[in-house]
């Protein structure tokens, strides 16, 4: 399986962005997928995830009610809706996954074996 990320770039602060991330070479339906950022000079982190199997999300605490995880079966692609975006989002932003349900491990970026590119979104204030 691989993952190609898209939608990133420039936008103001209010603006909405969505992120895609479709994947090809296989299928991915025990799959659980995510996403993560990172910012200059800090860890990666969390954003959130989705069980593709049946569709269950999870979405980091600090970012509930401004981005929402989905995804299109039909298309195989993974999104990333983001909204009320903030300069403190600007990040690089990565699709990852891996072949297998991880529980309530979802958030540990060490369990996911297949990452994309990152694509990067930037806020301006």
């Known amino acids: 399986v691989q993952l190609q990320a898209s939608g990133g770039g420039l936008v103001q602060a209010g603006d909405s962005l969505r992120l895609s991330c479709a994947h090809s070479?296989?299928?991915?339906?025990?799959?659980?997928m995510a996403w993560f950022r990172q910012a200059p000079g800090k860890e990666r982190e969390f954003v959130a995830a989705i069980i593709w199997s049946d569709s269950t999300t999870h979405v980091a605490n600090s970012l509930k009610g401004r981005f929402t995880i989905s995804k299109d079966s039909a298309k195989t692609t993974l999104f990333l809706q983001m909204n009320s975006l903030e300069p403190a989002d600007t990040a690089v932003y990565y699709c990852?996954?891996?072949?297998?349900?991880?529980?309530?491990?979802?958030?540990?970026?060490?369990?996911?074996?297949?990452w994309g590119r990152g694509d990067q979104v930037t806020v301006s204030s």
């Open positions: 070479g296989g299928s991915v339906r025990s799959y659980t």
């Open positions: 990852a996954a891996v072949s297998y349900y991880v529980g309530p491990a979802y958030f540990t970026s060490d369990l996911y074996d297949i």
